[in-house]
């Protein structure tokens, strides 16, 4: 079974950074367009960004354009996702997931159900 795991989560204060990371096992990240979501208490699970196979291109969504970037390391496995800038509307759980595709389809990457493999999520509180 594929398996993701996010971790990097915490408390922070508003104006404050962290850098989640997205680790596989069990099969490479490589082959596939990563993306991550997240899910605020009472809400629904909304897209954030994506970053295809190669990193060559990505998306955000308009609520962190210029303050989050993806990024991927294939060599380790690994997607992170740099979150600057913080504000307490990013307090959320925040998951990755892997798509079935080697890109990000500008017309389905923020749909979770776009992705079939998806990790159990780390915690982003943003308070002071």
């Known amino acids: 079974q594929l398996q993701l795991v996010e971790s990097g989560g915490g408390l922070v204060q508003p104006g404050g950074s962290l850098r989640l990371s997205c680790a596989a096992s069990?099969?490479?990240?490589?082959?596939?367009?990563i993306g991550w979501f997240r899910q605020a208490p009472g809400k629904e699970r909304e897209g954030v960004s994506c970053?295809?196979?190669?990193?060559?291109?990505?998306n955000y969504a308009d609520f962190v354009k210029g303050r989050f970037t993806i990024s991927r390391d294939n060599a380790n496995n690994t997607v992170y996702l740099q979150m600057n800038n913080l504000k307490s509307e990013d307090t959320a759980a925040y998951y990755c997931a892997a798509a079935s595709s080697s890109v990000c389809s500008g017309s389905s990457w923020y749909r979770a159900i776009w992705y079939n493999n998806w990790g159990q999520g780390t915690h982003v509180t943003v308070s002071s």
């Open positions: 970053i295809s196979n190669s990193g060559g291109s990505t």
């Open positions: 069990r099969f490479t990240l490589a082959y596939y367009a």
